[in-house]
């Protein structure tokens, strides 16, 4: 089955640590994105990536970084710069950018203890 | 100019009752206007969508309407059932340089039996 995979489900970070959040597709689509969910915030957008090895900033990049060194995968790391890093993480995919409908995975969420 | 404005942030409905929700946009580059669903726990998923030149779409229980002159869009969810609880979130795609989803800030249904 196509879909996109998000690990792990869970994840606990000590202050000052950097994590990574791993997401990975088989859909075959060009485009992949992150964005952070908070309550009552909607999802706001932290990186996008149209092709390999190419990546752009989205609303509130800060704190965070990406890569897409393949077409399936688009790892996000969590900064020790992220000063507010307690969320749900939420990786996605679209075909490409003209034809829309995005695929979300199951999301990570990440708890700073 | 940018941002798509969401209401209301929750929504209580008995079972068998109209689910209405309701959203608003100023960018008239957008062309294209998703709806998703949340369950707790888990990524969203696209409902139903519509493009601009369609004043209304249906899908089974789920109907878009879209006003393109006062630039709103809205999801109706006829004879609700409690499996229908869920976070749900409009969405518009700016179909110039960016084409990235924005994301209303979420309504949260409960269909009470």
């Known amino acids: 089955d196509g879909g996109i995979t998000q690990s792990p489900k869970y994840l606990f970070r000590k202050e000052g640590q950097n994590v990574t959040l791993s997401c990975e597709q088989n859909l075959n689509h060009d485009a992949m994105y992150w964005y952070r969910q908070d309550p009552g915030q909607g999802l706001r957008l932290i990186y996008y990536s149209q092709i390999v090895n190419d990546f752009q900033k989205g609303d509130i990049a800060e704190g965070y970084s990406v890569s897409r060194e393949k077409k399936e995968s688009f790892p996000l790391t969590v900064t020790s710069a992220q000063k507010n890093p307690t969320a749900f993480y939420l990786c996605?995919?679209?075909?490409?950018?003209?034809?829309?409908?995005?695929?979300f995975g199951s999301g990570t969420r990440l708890t700073v203890v | 100019q940018q941002q798509v404005k969401q209401s209301p942030q929750s929504l209580i409905v008995q079972k068998g009752g109209i689910s209405i929700i309701n959203c608003a946009y100023e960018n008239t580059a957008f062309d294209y206007f998703p709806w998703y669903q949340q369950f707790p726990g888990k990524g969203p998923a696209l409902l139903i969508a519509i493009r601009p030149d369609v004043s209304e779409k249906k899908e089974g229980r789920f109907t878009i309407s879209f006003n393109k002159s006062a630039k709103q869009f809205s999801l109706h969810i006829m004879d609700s059932q409690p499996g229908d609880s869920a976070t749900y979130f409009c969405?518009?795609?700016?179909?110039?340089?960016?084409?990235?989803?924005?994301f209303g800030k979420g309504t949260k249904l409960s269909v009470k039996p």
């Open positions: 969405a518009a795609r700016n179909g110039g340089s960016q084409g990235n989803l924005i």
């Open positions: 996605a995919s679209s075909m490409d950018r003209v034809l829309g409908g995005y695929t």
